[in-house]
């Protein structure tokens, strides 16, 4: 069976520090994994994927198939990037099982 | 980019009622459509996955004839929880996927009194 972890559960960072997001999986098959961020009172917006390899606002994440680890980063936090972030799991079956998420706040 | 409505936001029923909550994908057609819940300060647990005219996959643990789930059509789905208790208030989201991604509905709050 699949699973996703993410051991913090709360993570609090200065504006300007390094940030990283802790992710591990656990999955049979070929991972596809995701982050996703849901901001205040908005809804869950996809933030990044693997196969992708892009930097969106600043945020990177290499998948590490050896560690089974999939970490968020991020070289200088800002105020607007406190937000609750989801790591997620797509299966073969095509569904997307989540981690238990990280909210993250900056400190100004 | 895609945008899933989900009506109400917010509902408040009386122990022993059924409501149905319904999830739209405006400007795309889904192929898929997924139910989530979310208990305050938790992950989001995938309910079900529904496929257009098709009867939904459940996950386990999750009782079918209690929620149950209609895709009519490729941009709608509607959630029905029967005889609700108030242990069955909680977050509900819905997701629609299409060629390009997944897409998340901004959730129904339940409240059962």
């Known amino acids: 069976a699949q699973r996703v972890t993410q051991p913090e559960k709360l993570l609090s960072v200065f504006k300007g520090a390094p940030v990283e997001l802790k992710c591990n999986y656990s999955?049979?098959?070929?991972?596809?994994l995701f982050w996703y961020v849901q901001y205040s009172r908005q809804r869950l917006q996809l933030l990044l994927r693997h196969i992708s390899r892009e930097s969106i606002k600043g945020f990177t994440a290499d998948l590490n198939k050896g560690e089974t680890s999939f970490h968020l980063k991020k070289p200088f936090a800002q105020e607007e990037d406190s937000a609750m972030y989801y790591c997620a799991l797509l299966t073969g079956a095509n569904n997307l099982f989540f981690g238990t998420g990280t909210r993250l706040t900056v400190i100004p | 980019g895609a945008v899933v409505s989900q009506h109400p936001s917010w509902v408040i029923c009386k122990s022993g009622t059924s409501v149905k909550i319904e999830c739209r994908s405006l400007d795309f057609q889904a192929t898929t459509m997924f139910w989530y819940r979310q208990f305050p300060k938790q992950s989001l647990m995938l309910m079900a996955t529904?496929?257009?005219?098709?009867?939904?996959?459940?996950e386990q643990g999750v009782e079918k004839d209690k929620f149950l789930i209609n895709h009519a059509s490729l941009t709608l789905s509607t959630l029905t929880v029967t005889s609700a208790h108030p242990e069955d208030s909680s977050f509900y989201i819905c997701s629609a996927r299409d060629g390009l991604g997944q897409f998340f509905g901004p959730g129904t709050r339940l409240t059962v009194l």
């Open positions: 999955y049979s098959g070929s991972p596809e």
């Open positions: 529904s496929n257009e005219g098709s009867k939904a996959t459940y």
